[in-house]
């Protein structure tokens, strides 16, 4: 079975400033990741996924995230944010090569303090 | 094109009783899953819909079932409802049952047991 954990439950961080979203899963198998977003009051949107081939994944939005098996990790990063990003992101791994639903952390709350 | 829709948007009910969620897909799609989400949590997988069929089942007891119609419209029935079943439940749709076929999430249907 896959589990994930995200490391953080809020994140505040200021306008313009870097951010790291931390999380780290645990599986037997091949796994695909996913980074989802959920804005107040919608639903979650699909902000990257990792399925194979290279290990950095970005986003249209200037998201980024690094699959390192080693460290069995899939942080999201961001160089610069903004007000806009404000929002819940959640990370979720697939097992088996997809094959397996999602299983979802519990959630990073990003705070953009202007 | 409208995205997924999911009604109610609230619902209260009180122990005991049973309800009724629905979702209709995204235009095109053929795939209906099924997520809770407790406060405070990352969505759990409830079960996936193709084909009128349930294709995947999480870990949800029986009085959780589902039904999904000609048209790829889903319900989504609890039983004998439970304090614990109060959530937010998210319906996702999507073209192909793989975890990489990408998933559209609803707004979702918030449930309070009283």
């Known amino acids: 079975a896959q589990s994930v954990t995200q490391l953080d439950s809020q994140v505040p961080v200021f306008e313009e400033a870097p951010v790291e979203l931390r999380c780290n899963y645990s599986s037997s198998v091949s796994v695909y990741l996913f980074w989802y977003v959920q804005y107040p009051n919608q639903g979650l949107q699909l902000l990257l996924k990792?399925?194979?081939?290279?290990?950095l994944v970005e986003s249209i939005n200037g998201f980024e995230a690094e699959f390192n098996k080693s460290q069995t990790s899939f942080h999201l990063r961001k160089p610069s944010v903004h007000i806009s990003d404000t929002a819940e992101y959640f990370c979720a791994v697939s097992g088996d090569s997809g094959n397996t639903p999602l299983v979802f952390g519990k959630g990073t709350r990003l705070s953009v303090i202007a | 094109d409208a995205g997924v829709t999911q009604s109610p948007t609230h619902l209260i009910k009180t122990r005991g009783q049973q309800v009724t969620l629905r979702c209709s897909p995204k235009s095109g799609h053929d795939t209906v899953s099924w997520y809770q989400q407790a406060l405070g949590q990352g969505p759990q997988f409830i079960f996936q819909y193709y084909e009128e069929e349930e294709r995947q089942r999480g870990n949800f007891p029986d009085r959780f079932s589902g039904h999904q119609f000609p048209n790829y419209s889903s319900e989504l029935n609890v039983n004998a409802l439970l304090l614990g079943d109060s959530a937010l439940y998210l319906c996702?749709?999507?073209?192909?049952?793989?975890?990489?076929?990408?998933?559209?999430f609803g707004p979702g249907t918030r449930l309070t047991v009283l």
């Open positions: 996702a749709s999507s073209l192909g049952t793989r975890v990489t076929d990408t998933q559209y």
């Open positions: 990792y399925l194979s081939g290279s290990t």
